[in-house]
């Protein structure tokens, strides 16, 4: 049984903030970085609103950046999963590794982040790594000069659909409403594009293909309307479902699963337990703003420890 003073587990912006800062602090931080290093920014592209990169960063060299910073000063990184947690108030926080061994540790910063939404209809399922797919950047260059999809009407979507303007001959983006979540200068890029086609008020009925993906049927939710589009990938960017199914039933979640902080902190409603990034935040989910809750959780920690 290995025991630690702090534990982070989860590797995007909040989790390697919080190990730079607990790493100054000389809590010797031990950071897991879970099932996805680097977290969500290593699938997106370009990121342009990341306070000190006036011409941008790609969102893998921006983490890789925070990694090899919190590891300057000491931090521990281990590619292991946290597959059990059994937390306390107050007490020892234990963890159960992938690997069979155990870690006891007397602080512990919950950075888990959040992954994909998925639709959650048999074909989706079926036709996964076969044409659907929830990242452009990984999967987008499969798919050169044939014509895709894109379901969402958020920034990601506007994202994912942007990016796939370089390979794709056609981009049809299919939103459930006629007024899209994203950003305005997102759509009107989006908008702008002239390989971009918006298919309005309509809800996936089904995605076609038996091996592999060759079309989305659609039905269009003001005139009942059913209709096909050829396509030979869907991309999904539906939002995303907070990573603490894990640990839930420990410490308080509103409705959707995000950790419930304690006002004006990183604290949960365990002592000694805290939290920060996407698993915690229902309303920005900035790579900035996971940042900043993972400079509050290590400055939380720290108090607690030295109490
Ligand atoms: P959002 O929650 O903003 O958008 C999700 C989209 O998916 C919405 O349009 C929603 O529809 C739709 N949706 C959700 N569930 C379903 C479903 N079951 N069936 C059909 N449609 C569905 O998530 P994003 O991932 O786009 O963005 C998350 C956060 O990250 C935001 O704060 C965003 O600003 C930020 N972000 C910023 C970027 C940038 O600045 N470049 C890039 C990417 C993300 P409806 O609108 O009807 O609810």
Same mark, same amino acid.
């Given at each position: 049984? #290995?025991?630690?003073?702090? /534990?982070?587990? $989860?590797? !995007?912006?909040?989790?390697?903030?919080? =190990?730079?800062?607990?790493? %100054?602090?000389?809590?010797?931080?031990?950071?897991?970085?879970?099932?996805?290093?680097?977290?969500?920014?290593?699938?997106?592209?370009?990121?342009?609103?990341?306070?000190?990169?006036?011409?941008?960063?790609?969102?893998?060299?921006?983490?890789?950046?925070?990694?090899?910073?919190?590891?300057?000063?000491?931090?521990?990184?281990?590619?292991?999963?946290?597959?059990?947690?059994?937390?306390?108030?107050?007490?020892?926080?234990?963890?159960?590794?992938?690997?069979?061994?155990?870690?006891?540790?007397?602080?512990?910063?919950?950075?888990?982040?959040?992954?994909?939404?998925?639709?959650?209809?048999?074909?989706?399922?079926?036709?996964?790594?076969?044409?659907?797919?929830?990242?452009?950047?990984?999967?987008?260059?499969?798919? #050169?000069?044939?014509?895709? /999809?894109?379901? $969402?009407? !958020?920034?990601?979507?506007?994202?994912? =659909?942007?990016?796939?303007? %370089?390979?794709?001959?056609?981009?049809?983006?299919?939103?459930?409403?006629?007024?899209?979540?994203?950003?305005?200068?997102?759509?009107?890029?989006?908008?702008?594009?002239?390989?971009?086609?918006?298919?309005?008020?309509?809800?996936?009925?089904?995605?076609?293909?038996?091996?592999?993906?060759?079309?989305?049927?659609?039905?269009?939710?003001?005139?009942?309307?059913?209709?096909?589009?050829?396509?030979?990938?869907?991309?999904?960017?539906?939002?995303?479902?907070?990573?603490?199914?894990?640990?839930?039933?420990?410490?308080?979640?509103?409705?959707?699963?995000?950790?419930?902080?304690?006002?004006?902190?990183?604290?949960?409603?365990?002592?000694?337990?805290?939290?920060?990034?996407?698993?915690?935040?229902?309303?920005?989910?900035?790579?900035?703003?996971?940042?900043?809750? $993972?400079?509050?959780?290590?400055?939380?920690?720290?108090?607690?420890?030295?109490?």
């Amino acid at each position: 049984m #290995k025991k630690e003073k702090l /534990v982070i587990v $989860g590797s !995007g912006p909040a989790g390697y903030t919080a =190990a730079i800062y607990a790493a %100054r602090a000389n809590l010797n931080p031990l950071i897991f970085a879970g099932t996805l290093p680097g977290g969500l920014l290593t699938q997106t592209t370009h990121v342009e609103n990341f306070p000190g990169f006036p011409e941008g960063v790609t969102g893998f060299d921006l983490v890789q950046n925070m990694q090899q910073q919190a590891e300057r000063f000491g931090t521990r990184l281990e590619y292991d999963e946290v597959i059990e947690f059994k937390l306390t108030d107050g007490g020892v926080q234990t963890l159960v590794l992938s690997s069979g061994e155990t870690i006891e540790a007397e602080a512990l910063i919950l950075a888990t982040g959040a992954s994909p939404r998925y639709l959650g209809i048999p074909s989706e399922e079926r036709l996964k790594n076969k044409g659907v797919s929830a990242c452009a950047t990984c999967d987008g260059a499969f798919y #050169k000069d044939v014509p895709v /999809v894109v379901l $969402g009407g !958020g920034d990601s979507a506007m994202e994912e =659909a942007l990016f796939l303007t %370089r390979f794709a001959s056609k981009v049809y983006v299919i939103h459930r409403r006629d007024q899209l979540r994203a950003s305005r200068i997102m759509t009107e890029r989006a908008k702008t594009n002239p390989k971009i086609e918006f298919v309005w008020s309509s809800t996936v009925e089904e995605i076609i293909g038996e091996r592999k993906v060759s079309g989305i049927r659609i039905k269009n939710n003001k005139t009942g309307e059913i209709s096909t589009v050829e396509c030979s990938a869907v991309f999904v960017a539906l939002g995303h479902v907070p990573n603490t199914e894990k640990f839930r039933q420990f410490i308080d979640t509103d409705a959707s699963g995000y950790v419930i902080l304690k006002e004006n902190s990183a604290k949960t409603k365990l002592k000694g337990v805290f939290a920060a990034g996407d698993c915690a935040d229902p309303s920005y989910r900035q790579a900035i703003s996971a940042a900043g809750m $993972g400079c509050r959780a290590a400055i939380d920690a720290e108090r607690y420890l030295e109490e």
